[in-house]
């Protein structure tokens, strides 16, 4: 049996190699269009900003080391331009050579990811714009901050990507300014409904956040960019700007392929990541998955969950029916400008878009024992179902013990649990240095069970 996986960065390389371990006696190749596979994406503001040493290797799994360890045959700078799962073909192209040629495979994992998005407006290609997606981008970053005169950099959404960028670009000693419409920070896939510490810490940062949309790109003589205007009209100066407005799934191979996308533009997928051929099966950013409060199936761009999915594909491709998908909680956090802040579960926002009869409970509470030197403020909110008291979600946001402790939501978020059952059933650690003697989730979650 041959196997094509089709994508190398989080979700295919764990695909292969699952693969591989489940039917050691099939032949797996590995395609990816770039240079590199299984590339730490995360840490790459960090490695941008100087926290992280420029000589430590964001590639966590080298194309020779997969096929050394894994038995996976991997083709770097091969892009995949064609699949036909009738015919059982993929039609590659060597980058390299220019060379174009058709191969037969029986059963094909697609993991082509997200690419960033763009904003679409006249200018955009000037030198000195950039996405933050992978290895290239940060390589290029790095470049121009190195070799360019930059004083002023404009971070164009203020998501978690924006958000840790901009820390990066103040790490450096530059300036920093975020336009998002929302006039705030975290205001999309990190809910920080609960509080405004994040806000006040990227003030004292000195950066400046504003409720501004970016509507052109200017450039100067040499086309590098020197400003950017915004929908109220002003034209902020900058040498830089860094375009962070979400990702969008890379379906153009699995719609021209035929196979079915869904609502947000993600292929379609049943619990065992099979797709609407039955010798396809799809993985990572690319797919849309259930969410555990409602079951709505949705884009959720993070290596976290594109790996559980990668290893689930994988085990259906090598045996189908031996896996399937369980539901997700949606964790996410970020730490900058010394605050931390978890998300798990669905936001108020989504929970009243998803059509639940939800309510929001808010608490301010401490770090650790308030005699304890250190302790600081720690914001809870929970989102509750009102007729069953289920917890639909929540966010935790504070200087220490936010984005770890969100983490003892996700299996409540996933079981269905209920306020009730965290404030009087969940024994949770109390100790001066780490926590209060009440937790601050069961603060909240009491004041939760009083509304109900």
């Not at 049943?270 to 949705?298: F, K, N």
């Not at 939501?409 to 306020?419: F, K, N």
Request: aromatic share 4%.
């Amino acid at each position: 049996m041959r196997i094509a996986i089709i994508g190398g960065l989080a979700a295919g390389p764990a695909a292969a190699a699952e693969a591989k371990r489940r039917a050691p006696d099939a032949e797996v190749v590995l395609f990816e269009e770039g240079p590199n596979i299984s590339v730490g994406t995360c840490e790459m503001p960090y490695l941008i900003g100087g926290v992280i040493d420029p000589s430590v290797d964001l590639v966590v799994v080298s194309p020779a080391e997969m096929e050394r360890t894994r038995g996976v045959e991997v083709r770097i700078r091969h892009r995949v331009t064609a699949l036909d799962p009738a015919r059982g073909r993929l039609t590659v192209e060597a980058l390299d050579f220019g060379s174009t040629r058709e191969e037969a495979f029986d059963r094909f994992v697609l993991a082509t990811g997200a690419r960033a998005r763009r904003l679409g407006v006249d200018g955009e290609e000037a030198a000195g714009v950039f996405t933050v997606r992978d290895l290239v981008d940060t390589e290029q970053i790095r470049r121009w901050l190195d070799t360019e005169d930059v004083r002023h950099v404009v971070v164009a959404g203020g998501g978690y990507i924006g958000l840790e960028m901009a820390e990066a670009m103040r790490e450096r000693g530059l300036r920093a300014t975020i336009l998002d419409p929302k006039g705030r920070v975290l205001g999309g896939a990190v809910a920080c409904e609960a509080s405004d510490l994040m806000d006040r810490a990227v003030r004292g940062a000195g950066v400046l956040v504003r409720p501004e949309r970016a509507t052109e790109v200017l450039t100067d003589d040499r086309g590098r960019v020197r400003a950017v205007r915004t929908d109220r009209g002003e034209i902020v100066g900058c040498q830089m700007l860094i375009v962070s407005v979400g990702v969008e799934p890379r379906a153009e191979l699995a719609e021209a392929a035929g196979l079915r996308l869904g609502d947000m533009g993600g292929v379609t997928v049943d619990d065992e990541m099979r797709t609407s051929h039955r010798h396809v099966w799809a993985c990572g950013d690319l797919v849309q998955i259930p969410r555990a409060p409602d079951g709505r199936r949705v884009l959720w761009p993070l290596a976290t969950t594109a790996r559980r999915t990668a290893r689930v594909a994988a085990r259906n491709v090598a045996k189908p029916g031996s896996d399937r998908f369980r539901p997700f909680a949606g964790a996410v956090a970020v730490r900058a400008f010394g605050v931390e802040v978890g998300s798990v579960g669905l936001s108020m926002q989504r929970a009243k878009g998803a059509g639940l009869d939800a309510f929001a409970t808010d608490i301010r509470h401490v770090s650790r024992t308030k005699a304890f030197p250190g302790a600081s403020p720690i914001d809870v909110r929970l989102v509750v179902e009102r007729r069953t008291g289920r917890i639909l979600g929540g966010q935790v946001v504070g200087a220490e013990g936010a984005a770890l402790r969100a983490n003892v939501l996700v299996p409540l978020v996933i079981r269905g649990s209920t306020v009730r059952e965290l404030a009087e059933d969940l024994d949770l650690v109390y100790n001066p240095p780490v926590a209060p003697a009440v937790d601050p989730l069961k603060v909240a979650a009491s004041r939760a069970l009083r509304s109900l």
